[in-house]
């Protein structure tokens, strides 16, 4: 037998964070796309596309991650329809992601004052176009703090892909702990490679919006 | 592929759901409950405790909100014991939510207390009241009002987070799903049903929070 050095287990807990942060990467750009749509129908016209935009949103924020996991992970199969691990993390993660993400864009979008929607009207913009050149644009600014907030919930999603068999940073650590039997080292390292993670995500969050703060008040 | 449903299968099952929605049950009440108490005690440390106590308290809150639950769960279900703490899986399903949620309700709880306007605290020590006695009496209450609805977020968030303790064999709602699963290989129906249990716990849990607001509360209740 082997022994595993403290170095062996940081090691390969930093090569099984890779899969952490391109899972992440993965979930948080497709939930934006996905988002970016869910908040285009949330905020439309039509009211049935508002409702239907509003019913996803609650679907999802309204019920356990894990849950989420499990339907598309053995749930899809049942269906004829053959998904990895990293297929079934990877679309409920960006799901979930999309939801909460759109939800948060709405926030801000409403921020933005009526006049600037009735300005751009009376210029006789579509609805998208007001989207693209007034709305959005503006928005932006307001979005970007909490959006940078919510990557952090992303990242620490990741871990619950785990469960479904997907070996990412939490799945390596279970993983180690049951080839060294040194649980409270493997967990620690795994929590302080988590929180080196996330925790630049949350501070750059907080100083943006307290810059956004500082910009808000001298208009 | 068609794929017909088939719930009936889970008709034995019952009796399983419902011991697993009351675990989930008693792992939010508690946990909910101890961890509310860990946020306030956390959040009167960081806002008014004695200056050494505010960078200990700020790391636990730090390094909390930007790790997974699961880790945690997993440190002290497997670390701990290593460390010589052993504890049962229900001790260490509670113990990681009221850390858990302790760390999040310091941080909302705060927020409420930097919001009380300083003439409060200085109304209260110019009634004699010594500072706990006007954190108690003149400050905490209304910060909670002003944080009750994103406090019972949290709860809800909590809640959902708690599915993560069946990985260490706590049987609750999601650990009964799993065994249903694997006895019946509806993994749909059960899924669903796991699901949508959630959700009406969810509503529930939110109206219950509504409903210890009024009372904890009813002074603005007579205001409105």
């Not at chain 1, 019913?55 to 894990?66: A, H, K, M, N, V």
């Not at chain 1, 992601?97 to 009207?121: D, H, M, N, Y």
């Not at chain 2, 069946?166 to 509806?186: C, D, G, K, P, Y």
Request: glycine content about 6%.
């Amino acid at each position: 037998m082997t022994a595993f050095s403290t170095w062996d287990i940081v090691s390969n807990l930093l090569l099984a964070a890779r899969w952490t942060v391109l899972l992440s990467l993965a979930a948080f750009v497709g939930g934006g796309v996905v988002g970016l749509c869910v908040l285009y129908a949330r905020i439309a016209r039509r009211a049935w596309l508002r409702r239907a935009a509003a019913l996803y949103i609650e679907l999802f924020q309204g019920t356990p991650l894990l849950m989420q996991l499990f339907l598309i992970f053995f749930g899809l199969p049942l269906l004829g329809l053959d998904v990895s691990s990293w297929a079934a993390a990877a679309v409920s993660l960006t799901l979930w992601t999309s939801a909460f993400l759109a939800e948060i864009w709405r926030g801000c979008v409403e921020s933005i004052p009526k006049g600037q929607w009735e300005a751009s009207s009376s210029l006789a913009m579509t609805f998208p176009e007001q989207l693209r050149h007034v709305i959005l644009p503006q928005s932006l600014r307001i979005a970007v703090p909490p959006t940078v907030g919510f990557s952090v919930q992303v990242v620490k999603g990741t871990a619950l892909t785990s469960i479904i068999g997907f070996v990412e940073l939490s799945k390596a650590a279970t993983i180690i702990t049951n080839a060294t039997f040194e649980p409270f080292t493997v967990y620690g390292f795994a929590a302080l490679i988590y929180f080196a993670l996330c925790w630049p995500l949350s501070k750059s969050s907080q100083i943006l919006e307290r810059k956004l703060n500082v910009a808000h008040h001298h208009h | 592929m068609a794929y017909s449903f088939d719930f009936s299968s889970l008709g034995d099952y019952v009796p399983v759901i419902a011991k697993g929605v009351a675990v989930t049950v008693e792992l939010i009440v508690v946990g909910g409950a101890i961890g509310v108490a860990v946020g306030i005690a956390c959040a009167w440390a960081r806002a008014l405790g004695p200056r050494w106590l505010k960078p200990i308290v700020s790391a636990y809150v730090e390094l909390i909100r930007n790790t997974p639950f699961l880790i945690q769960l997993f440190f002290i279900f497997f670390g701990l014991p290593a460390a010589g703490v052993s504890l049962t899986e229900m001790q260490a399903a509670i113990l990681a939510m009221v850390v858990n949620l302790g760390a999040y309700a310091c941080e909302i709880i705060r927020a409420g207390i930097e919001a009380t306007p300083r003439g409060q605290f200085e109304a209260g020590a110019s009634l004699a009241m010594s500072p706990l006695q006007t954190f108690r009496h003149v400050v905490l209450v209304p910060a909670l009002q002003k944080i009750w609805p994103a406090l019972s977020s949290q709860m809800v968030i909590v809640m959902f987070g708690s599915a993560v303790c069946s990985q260490i064999s706590v049987e609750e709602l999601t650990f009964a799903a799993n065994f249903i699963q694997s006895r019946t290989f509806r993994a749909f129906e059960v899924y669903i049903l796991a699901t949508l249990i959630y959700l009406l716990l969810a509503v529930l849990l939110r109206q219950a929070m509504r409903g210890i607001g009024l009372i904890l509360f009813p002074r603005r209740r007579a205001a409105r």
